[in-house]
C-alpha cells in the first residue's frame, strides 16, 4: 500500500522551511560583523559621557583596524650616509678647519665666513664638530663650537639644507647662556638600576624616570656585562627654563678611561614631542613610549579576541525550574595594550603633552587622555584615582606621574589599559614592522640633534674642569658608597677618539 501523498499546501511549507534554513544564516553572518563592530565601538568609547560637544571629534570611535600606515618616509638622500661628530684641528682659517675633517662644500664654507668672519678655533688641540652628510657625501646639517675675538666663551656655529642642493639655512648662539641652567651628575649602574635613596634625593622624579628607562638600553649594548667597569654621567636643567627637570642627555662611560661608551640625547622636534635619540640617529623612543607603567606582565595586546563567558540562565523542565551555567561567546577587537600590575602601581605619561579628558569614561572607567601633538594621543584607562592637581588642560612631562592603577569600568582585573591614537586610529605599537614619527628621526630633527651633541660635549668640558665626576658622594647612601679610589676625577675625556 502506498503511502499517502502530501497536499499542495505541506509541499510549500516543507520548501519555504528548507529555502529558510540555507538563506537566514548567511544574511545573519553578513550582517552580524557590522553590527558587532558598531557595538564594540560605541562601548570602547568615552565620547557619549563627554561633558563637552566640543571635544566629541576628539574622542571618536576608533575604527577597527591598527593606523598601519607609516607617518616617516625614509630619506633617500641620506642612504649611505650618516652622522659623525668628533675634532678638528685647531685652525685660524676655515677651509684649512673643513678640509680637516673631510667637508668640501664650498656654500657651507662661504656660510661659514659669513656668519663667523672673526672666529677662532677654541684654544687646545680639538674644536668639536657634528655632521651629518647624504650617501654622495653632500652635507645636509652642520655644527661647529668656536671662539669669537669679542666675546669671552664660545658660540655654536649651525648650519642645515632642506634637501641636496637647498640654500643653507644659519644661525648661532652662545654656549655659556645654554650651560648656565644645566647641573650635571655622574652615578653608578647599581645606583640607578635600585633607585637608590642617594640618587632620588638628587634629582628630579622626571630625571630619574629617564635614567631609569634609558640606562638598561644602552649598558645593553655594551660589550662587557661587567657593572663595575662603567658609570652613568646625566645632564639635565635646572632652574625656570623651558627644559627645567628634563633629562639633557645620558652617558655610559668607562671608570678607568672615562671614555663614552654609549649615550642617548634629548631632540626637541618640531610639531612631535621630543625625544631620545644616538647621536647616529639610533632611537630610544618605542621603548619609552611603550612604558607607561612597572608591570609584571602584559595580559593582553592589540588584535581580534574571542571570549567564552558563563553566567547562569533559568531553564524550565516540565513542572520544574532550575538555574544552569549556560556559555556563550564573545568577540571583538581589542584596541589597547593591557599591563598587568597591582592596584596603586604610579602611572606616567609616556611623552610630554596636555590633558584633553579626564574622568570616569564608561568601559574604561577612570580614564586620561593625554594630547602629544602632531595628531597623537595616549589614553590610559581603569585607572583607581588620578594625580593630586591633574586636571583637563594640565601640562604634563614625560615620566610625570598622571595616575595610579586600578580596575574600574569594564575590567577584569587590576591593570593599566594603554592606548596610543594617531588622528583618532589606534596604532599598534608593538608592531615593529611600523615606524612612526613619535619614535624615528625625520630629516629636519638631525639639525637640533648635533646641536645638542655639542652642548653635551660642552658640558662635558665644564664638568672635567670643575674636578671630573661627582659620583654623588654628597647626597649618595653610604651603605652604597664607592670605595675612595674609586672617587678619583675622570681624566679628560673631551677628545674625538672618546666620544
Same mark, same amino acid.
Not at 658640558?459 to 649618595?476: E, F, N, P, S, Y
Given at each position: ?17 528548507? #529555502? ?15 553590527? @558587532? ?47 659623525? @661628530? ?57 655644527? &661647529? ?36 641652567? #644645566? ?151 581589542? #584596541? ?23 574622568? &570616569? ?53 587590576? @591593570?593599566? @589599559? ?82
Amino acid at each position: 500500500m502506498s503511502p499517502p501523498r502530501a497536499s499542495p499546501e505541506a509541499r510549500l511549507r516543507w520548501l519555504a522551511v528548507v #529555502v529558510g534554513a540555507l538563506i537566514l544564516p548567511s544574511a545573519a553572518a553578513a550582517t552580524s560583523p557590522r553590527h @558587532h563592530g558598531r557595538h564594540h565601538a560605541k562601548a570602547a568609547t568615552p565620547a557619549a559621557t563627554h561633558p563637552h560637544g566640543r571635544h566629541r571629534d576628539r574622542h571618536a570611535p576608533a575604527r577597527l583596524r591598527p593606523g598601519a600606515k607609516p607617518d616617516v618616509l625614509p630619506d633617500l638622500d641620506l642612504a649611505g650616509g650618516g652622522t659623525r @661628530h668628533g675634532c678638528a684641528a685647531p685652525s685660524a682659517r676655515h677651509d684649512e678647519l673643513l678640509a680637516g675633517i673631510g667637508v668640501h662644500d664650498p656654500l657651507l664654507l662661504q656660510s661659514l665666513d659669513a656668519a663667523a668672519p672673526e672666529a677662532l678655533a677654541a684654544p687646545g688641540d680639538c674644536v668639536p664638530y657634528a655632521l651629518t652628510v647624504t650617501g654622495s657625501g653632500a652635507v645636509r646639517a652642520f655644527g &661647529l663650537r668656536l671662539a669669537a675675538h669679542d666675546e669671552a666663551g664660545e658660540r655654536l656655529y649651525l648650519f642645515s639644507r632642506a634637501a641636496a642642493g637647498a640654500e643653507l639655512q644659519a644661525r648661532s648662539e652662545d654656549v655659556a647662556s645654554r650651560l648656565s641652567d #644645566v647641573a650635571t651628575v655622574t652615578t653608578t649602574l647599581q645606583e640607578v638600576a635600585t633607585g637608590a635613596a642617594g640618587l632620588q634625593a638628587a634629582v628630579p622624579t622626571e630625571v630619574l624616570h629617564g635614567l631609569t628607562a634609558l640606562v638598561p638600553l644602552l649598558h645593553a649594548a655594551a660589550a662587557d656585562d661587567d657593572p663595575l667597569r662603567y658609570l652613568v654621567r646625566a645632564s639635565y636643567g635646572v632652574g625656570e627654563g623651558i627644559d627645567a627637570d628634563r633629562l639633557l642627555s645620558v652617558e655610559i662611560l668607562e671608570r678607568d678611561t672615562g671614555d663614552v661608551v654609549r649615550e642617548a640625547l634629548w631632540v626637541a622636534r618640531d610639531g612631535l614631542p621630543g625625544g631620545y635619540f644616538a647621536p647616529d640617529g639610533t632611537s630610544f623612543e618605542h621603548a619609552l613610549w611603550t612604558s607607561p607603567v612597572s608591570f609584571t606582565r602584559i595580559s593582553r595586546g592589540i588584535g581580534n579576541f574571542r571570549t567564552t563567558i558563563r553566567r547562569p540562565v533559568t531553564r524550565r523542565s516540565g513542572h520544574k525550574t532550575r538555574i544552569v551555567m549556560a556559555r556563550s561567546t564573545r568577540r571583538g577587537t581589542h #584596541v589597547g595594550i593591557d599591563f598587568a600590575a597591582p592596584i596603586g602601581a604610579p602611572v606616567v605619561s609616556v611623552a610630554d603633552g596636555r590633558v584633553v579628558d579626564m574622568g &570616569l569614561r564608561g568601559g574604561y572607567g577612570n580614564l586620561i587622555v593625554v594630547e602629544h601633538g602632531g595628531g597623537y594621543t595616549t589614553r590610559y584607562a581603569h585607572l583607581s584615582g588620578f594625580a593630586p592637581d591633574l586636571e583637563i588642560g594640565s601640562e604634563v612631562r614625560r615620566g610625570s606621574e598622571i595616575g595610579f592603577v586600578g580596575s574600574t569600568g569594564f575590567s577584569t582585573g587590576p @591593570h593599566l @589599559h594603554f592606548e596610543i591614537r594617531r588622528d583618532g586610529i589606534y596604532l599598534d605599537p608593538l608592531d615593529e614592522r611600523l615606524a612612526f614619527g613619535l619614535w624615528s628621526m625625520r630629516p629636519v630633527d638631525y639639525l637640533p640633534m648635533l646641536r645638542q651633541t655639542l652642548l653635551t660635549d660642552a658640558t662635558d668640558r665644564v664638568a672635567a674642569a670643575a674636578g671630573g665626576t661627582l659620583l654623588l658622594d654628597q647626597v649618595i647612601s653610604a651603605l652604597r658608597r664607592p670605595a675612595p679610589a674609586e672617587l678619583s676625577p675622570l681624566p679628560d675625556h673631551s677628545l674625538a677618539g672618546n666620544r
